[in-house]
C-alpha cells in the first residue's frame, strides 16, 4: 500500500490488474479527454509488460484505486517527483460507473499529502483538459490555483490515433509553515 484515504487505498499495480488496465484504458470515456478519442487500444500482453518494467519507488509508477470495502479497483493514478523547479505532477483517472461521488477529490487529496509529505516539492501541478469540467473542479476543490494554460500536440506518429490536448494548468502550493 502506498496510502489510503477514508474509502480508498492506492497500492502498486501487479499483473493481475491488467483486465482492469485494459478495461480503464480502453473506454474511450475514460481517454477521450488525454488525447485518446476511442481509447487506448492497448492490449493486455503490453500491460503486463509495463507493469513489468515499471520504476522503482512509487513515482512514475502505475497505482492501482481500490475501494477499502471491496478491494475492488476503481481506478488509477500517477505521482511524479519534484522536476528541477520543484514542481510535482499527479493523474488520476476513474471507471465512469465511480465519477460523481468525490473518489477523484478524495485521492487528489492524498496525493496532494504524499507528495508534501516525502518530497520537498513546492507545489502539486495537475493539467485538466479544458473541455473536461469534472477535472477542472477536482483541481479547484483542493485548492488548484489555474497559473496557465498548455497544449500537447502529438508527434507525427501518434498523430493516427492521437489528438492535440488543450490544458488548463492547475497548482496546489505547500502551505508556508
Not at 480503464?24 to 500482453?45: A, C, K
Not at 520537498?120 to 490555483?145: F, H, L, R, W, Y
Request: with cysteine; charged share 20%.
Amino acid at each position: 500500500m502506498v496510502f489510503s484515504t477514508p474509502r480508498l487505498i492506492i497500492r502498486t499495480a501487479k499483473s493481475a490488474d491488467a483486465p482492469f488496465y485494459a478495461r480503464l484504458w480502453n473506454d474511450p470515456r475514460v481517454t477521450q479527454f488525454v488525447g485518446f478519442p476511442h481509447g487506448i487500444h492497448i492490449t493486455h500482453d503490453a500491460i503486463c509488460a509495463m507493469i513489468a518494467q515499471q520504476p522503482d519507488g512509487v513515482f512514475g509508477r502505475l497505482l492501482v484505486i481500490t475501494g477499502k470495502a471491496t478491494g475492488d479497483p476503481i481506478g488509477e493514478c500517477k505521482l511524479y517527483g519534484p522536476d528541477a523547479a520543484g514542481i510535482a505532477r499527479t493523474d488520476v483517472k476513474l471507471l465512469p460507473e465511480f465519477w460523481g461521488h468525490k473518489y477523484g477529490v478524495e485521492v487528489k487529496r492524498g496525493l496532494i499529502a504524499y507528495l508534501f509529505a516525502h518530497t520537498d516539492c513546492i507545489a502539486v501541478e495537475g493539467t485538466p483538459n479544458v473541455a473536461n469540467i469534472a477535472s477542472i473542479k477536482m483541481q479547484e476543490a483542493v485548492g488548484g490555483v489555474r497559473v496557465g494554460e498548455k497544449t500537447f500536440v502529438p508527434s507525427a506518429a501518434q498523430r493516427n490515433f492521437m489528438l492535440p490536448v488543450h490544458s488548463i494548468i492547475y497548482r496546489v502550493y505547500r502551505p508556508q509553515s
